[in-house]
């Protein structure tokens, strides 16, 4: 079957403004890494998001490598994690020695809450993750609530959900550290990968660029000569009396003019995601056995859309296989409960009570919602939507 709706890995478009941008830091960045346009990108993203502490990074992984790193974990100590989530939000802390605790996610919003939390916290708790997936801002009041009154470090996984807000406090600035991701699929793309941290500490601020760049830093001491000892320093910078142990998670200089730039038009990318997830929910209202996620407010960017099939994992994956064979619209199933991974069980993670992420996963749909979806091809899913739903209510007629 010819495809006509793919499922695409890539989210946006570049303008022609974008382009050029790029074209023009290939021609101007010197160097291609760790200069201007990458000070540029921070500087924006900063006033954009209203954080603190921005540092651009190669991607939303490496974000998260450093948060678990910074978080100074201790073998067992535990790390509460969704158990719904794409798997980087969980194993970087599980590769700092803590153990991992699977939370599961409200029904209707699909990520966690202070409740699905508190079930799971224990006196080891030492950090839990929080993530907006899909691209809708869980209750970061009442979760940053409950970890403040039990000394809990909390990490935001905003990968999915920038520039979405909760009464006005974009996402990524409600608990310790932000994470955002610029990977292809996202609502911003830096050419394929990119990522940024941010963070309120000054303390912890100071130390990201080293941890960043291969331990780089000056000299502390005033010198005569600028090439002696070295052209640079490198050190092990401390915090809290731990020593941490750099990396190489820098972004390009190209990448960073396209961030920058892009910047300018992700509000609107959300709102035009958001309105037509509307559309597509309210056009389907009248077959409730597409259970979607309704939010239409700047709470939500519809990163994705997702939605439960009622009458079983049977009529889901009928639902999936005639809407690829019929109609070559190619909707997937995402997110599988990270305790099901050969990686997590060989780790001794393989058990989990989350019978709301269990039931989700295993009645899923999600469609293709990429933002260069074109109105044809959007209306096209649509009907196909509607003509699938109509021939199972005959097929699956009790």
């Known amino acids: 079957m010819k495809i006509t709706v793919p499922f695409s890995g890539r989210g946006v478009d570049y303008t022609e403004e974008e382009i ?60 509460v994690v969704p158990a719904h989530t794409f798997t980087s939000s969980a194993y970087p802390f599980l590769k700092k020695g803590a153990k991992l605790v699977w939370a599961d996610i409200d029904p209707r919003t699909r990520v966690v809450t202070a409740d699905t939390l ?56 409600f608990a310790d550290f932000g994470i955002f991701s610029f990977h292809s699929h996202k609502n911003l793309t830096t050419l394929g990968e990119g990522g940024m941290l941010t963070l309120a500490d000054d303390g912890l601020a100071a130390l990201v660029p080293m941890l960043r760049h291969n331990g780089h830093c000056p000299f502390s001491f005033e010198r005569e000569d600028y090439w002696i000892p070295a052209m640079g320093n490198v050190d092990l910078p401390e915090w809290q009396g731990e020593r941490l142990w750099p990396s190489n998670f820098c972004l390009g200089e190209v990448e960073c003019a396209v961030g920058a730039l892009q910047l300018d038009r992700v509000d609107s990318i959300n709102a035009q995601k958001r309105r037509r997830a509307i559309a597509f929910i309210d056009a389907l209202r009248d077959y409730p056995e597409l259970v979607f996620h309704r939010e239409d407010s700047s709470r939500h960017n519809y990163h994705l859309l997702a939605a439960r099939m009622e009458g079983g994992a049977e009529r889901r994956d009928d639902f999936i296989r005639s809407m ?71 097929r699956f007629r009790q």
Request: proline share 3%; with cysteine.
């Open 118 to 173: 508190r079930k799971v916290l224990t006196r080891r708790t030492r950090v839990i993750v929080v993530v907006h997936l899909y691209g809708y801002v869980a209750d970061m009041p009442a979760i940053m609530t409950l970890a403040r009154e039990r000394g809990i470090l909390v990490v935001e996984d905003a990968c999915q959900a920038i520039g979405a807000d909760l009464d006005g406090i974009r996402a990524g600035n």
């Open 324 to 394: 690829l064979k019929d109609y070559g619209v190619r909707c997937v199933v995402q997110y599988y409960p990270l305790y099901r991974y050969p990686l997590y069980q060989k780790s001794g993670l393989g058990r989990a009570d989350c019978p709301a992420t269990d039931h989700f996963y295993d009645h899923m749909v999600s469609f293709p919602f990429q933002h260069n979806l074109t109105d044809e091809e959007f209306r096209h899913m649509l009907a196909a939507a509607t003509r699938v739903l109509e021939e199972q209510r005959k």
């Open 20 to 79: 050029s941008v790029a074209v023009e830091a290939m021609r101007s960045a010197n160097p291609l890494t760790q200069g201007r346009y990458q000070q540029a990108f921070e500087d924006k993203f900063r006033n954009f998001n209203g954080a603190r502490h921005a540092f651009a990074l190669s991607n939303g992984t490496c974000a998260l490598e450093l948060a678990a790193q910074l978080c100074l974990l201790k073998n067992g100590d535990e790390v």
